[in-house]
């Protein structure tokens, strides 16, 4: 009996391992698509010093796929990670957000999230570099977000990437910093121009105190070693006030803008209206 149910079991896990993989492939086949369609976009999501004023945007990949609409980052990153695809992919959003950032008048950054498979595959420093000299944009106004993971995977070959990446004159940003394992040996063996704290310690300022202590530690080891603080998910005033009396240099999140296509930040950028109203159809894809 015992041993009926476990095959029984068996085949129900089996159906489904099944069916999760055939639902990945296809994900994946539309993704190869979209990428070919051009039916990927980007958003950008402001960040403001804490003295109010727009200094940058994180662009963020968005897709809207054809029978199921919006389908969020966090789905398929994973699917394009594991098949590959995100080294097309990442090609491309870099090659977007620099030829979008060169259009703007205002000087400001443009924020690039990198991942690990990026390093893995591909020559990453000369990727960037020719797409700097194809858009023309200013290398320090562009700035590679990398994970920790970044740096675990095989952290001499990582690092001596990074390195070559700082040769050209951008910005290295340390994205979610706080999860994952966070070894402080990673801040010391590699000189970040910044490091983005979490969102998930941005909310729990108000409930939980230790969260708080953390935020002052981090603000503190940036301090020491000269990076950048910008503080990710920043959603209420209180967070605010928080985050710009524990020295925080910038803030990220709702509070300040959500991401949106470019156009709905025009004016902050600067964006020739021309321009703009040529690309506004995008708005609704
Ligand atoms: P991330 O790089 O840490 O980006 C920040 C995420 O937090 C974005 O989610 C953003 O929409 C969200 N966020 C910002 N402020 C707030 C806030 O105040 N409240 C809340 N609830 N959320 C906020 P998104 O766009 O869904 O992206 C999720 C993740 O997907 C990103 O995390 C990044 O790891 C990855 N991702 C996005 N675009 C790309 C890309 O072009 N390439 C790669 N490799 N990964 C990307
Ligand atoms: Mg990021
Ligand atoms: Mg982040
Ligand atoms: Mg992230």
């Not at 402001?46 to 945007?57: H, K, N, R, T, Y």
């Not at 920790?148 to 910005?171: H, M, Q």
């Not at 708080?212 to 603080?229: D, E, K, T």
Request: with cysteine; proline share 5%.
């Amino acid at each position: 009996r015992a041993k009926a149910d476990g095959r029984g079991v068996f085949r129900i896990f089996e159906a489904d391992m099944d069916r999760k993989l055939r639902e990945r492939r296809a994900l994946e086949q539309d993704l190869r698509s979209a990428l070919a369609g051009g039916q990927l976009f980007l958003h950008y999501q402001p960040q403001a010093s804490v003295s109010g004023e727009i200094v940058g945007f994180e662009a963020l990949i968005r897709w809207t796929h054809k029978q199921r609409g919006t389908i969020p980052p966090a789905e398929f990153i994973p699917v394009a990670e594991e098949s590959g695809l995100i080294v097309p992919v990442g090609e491309w959003v870099l090659r977007e957000a620099c030829r979008e950032a060169a259009s703007w008048v205002k000087p400001i950054q443009v924020g690039v999230n990198l991942s690990p498979v990026q390093f893995r595959q591909g020559n990453l420093p000369d990727l960037v570099h020719s797409v700097l000299l194809e858009t023309g944009l200013d290398p320090k106004r562009l700035e590679l977000e990398v994970t920790e993971s970044v740096l675990f995977d095989d952290f001499s070959r990582a690092s001596s990437i990074l390195r070559r990446l700082k040769s050209l004159g951008v910005k290295i940003a340390l994205d979610d910093f706080g999860t994952g394992y966070s070894s402080l040996s990673y801040l010391q063996s590699f000189p970040f121009d910044k490091i983005k704290i979490d969102k998930s310690f941005v909310w729990m300022i108000q409930k939980n105190p230790q969260s708080a202590a953390i935020i002052r530690a981090i603000v503190g080891l940036g301090r020491g070693l000269s990076m950048h603080i910008i503080a990710e998910g920043v959603e209420t005033i209180d967070q605010l006030d928080f985050l710009s009396e524990e020295g925080c240099d910038a803030l990220q999140g709702y509070l300040i803008g959500r991401p949106y296509p470019i156009e709905a930040y025009a004016n902050e950028v600067g964006r020739p209206a021309a321009i703009a109203s040529v690309a506004r159809p995008r708005r609704g894809r």
